[in-house]
């Protein structure tokens, strides 16, 4: 790699193989499959492929909230799809989401399977599918689409943008940290004070705005991303921190956030979720004793 201060790019670019990186391994210039893999069908209507990153968790805090509303068509499956190992490119995963990224869901509780990809259109799907945490008057509704829209078009400059070159880049380069720095702290502004006229993004009700937004920028909040807060000043956005530890400590939320992860606290990880009692400590000390009586 060249000093990002003398670097010209060539006039093609290539594809370096062994590029530096965290995720140099998973990262290509090309889409679709690159083995043969079937995903597993369990028996519940919604199959939900994905991983507890941020984009993750909105669907599984929506699933776990619509259950909680006793919506019991919200039952799912969810599976872990372990994107470090490559796991978005097995040819049933791209099949599901052809751009080869988690979340993503089958619906097969019609004659035809619907595949949804793209957390945004799956929230809005069980959010129509169900009728709920979407408000139905058009005035509320559009605030409510507006605010889903305007994070998952800005999500990525946190995530991409700053969360990659300050956690990630093998090299701090401060031209694109001020860069995206500057960006995130205008977005939290941008929340503020929104938040600061109502008690949720959308109005006085919790909606899919609320459940896509909080797993990134109520985690950065939190200091549960990039660990950044004190880089960012995040305690200066008091409304925003007023909306994220109410969202925080629903139980609904605390139980998506479980789901499909495999990092940090075991006693926060829940790979895989087949039924409400997977949740249950001690179901889950049956599953790992039953494991281990099957040598692992
Ligand atoms: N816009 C997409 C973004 C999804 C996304 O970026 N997923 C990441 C994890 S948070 C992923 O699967 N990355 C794997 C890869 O890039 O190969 C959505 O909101 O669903």
Redesign the pocket.
């Known amino acids: 790699m060249n000093d990002p201060q003398t670097y010209t790019p060539p006039a093609v670019w290539t594809w370096k193989k062994d590029g530096a990186g965290r995720?140099s391994g998973?990262?290509r210039p090309v889409a679709g499959p690159t083995h043969d893999k079937v995903l597993p069908v369990g028996r519940h209507p919604l199959q939900l492929y994905s991983?507890a990153?941020?984009?993750?968790v909105?669907v599984t805090v929506m699933l776990e909230e619509l259950l909680a509303r006793k919506f019991s068509g919200a039952e799912y499956d969810a599976w872990m799809?372990s994107?470090m190992d490559?796991d978005?490119?097995g040819s049933g995963f791209v099949a599901v989401n052809p751009?080869?990224?988690?979340?993503a869901l089958t619906d097969r509780s019609g004659p035809t399977p619907i595949r949804v990809?793209?957390?945004?259109?799956?929230l809005l799907y069980l959010a129509e599918k169900f009728g709920a945490f979407l408000p139905t008057d058009i005035a509320t509704r559009t605030e409510c689409l507006s605010w889903l829209f305007w994070q998952?078009g800005s999500?990525?400059y946190l995530?991409?943008g700053f969360g990659h070159f300050y956690a990630y880049a093998p090299w701090k380069i401060e031209y694109a940290i001020d860069r995206f720095a500057m960006e995130v702290k205008r977005q939290l502004d941008v929340l503020d004070r929104r938040l600061a006229e109502t008690q949720y993004l959308a109005g006085p009700d919790y909606t899919i705005a609320d459940i896509a937004t909080w797993p990134w920028y109520g985690a950065l909040l939190q200091g549960r991303i990039y660990g950044a807060a004190e880089f960012l000043q995040v305690h200066e956005y008091v409304n925003v921190k007023r909306w994220s530890d109410a969202i925080t400590a629903r139980p609904a939320v605390q139980r998506g956030l479980k789901v499909n992860r495999n990092y940090g606290d075991q006693s926060k990880q829940l790979h895989e979720r087949h039924d409400a009692s997977d949740f249950d400590t001690k179901t889950q000390d049956k599953i790992e004793a039953a494991k281990a009586a099957n040598g692992g």
Do not use: R
């Not at 751009?99 to 979340?103: A, D, E």
């Not at 990809?117 to 799956?122: A, C, L, V, Y």
């Open positions: 995720f998973i990262n991983l990153t941020p984009n993750g909105k799809i994107i490559g978005q490119f751009n080869s990224k988690i979340p990809f793209e957390s945004g259109s799956i998952m999500a990525p995530g991409g």
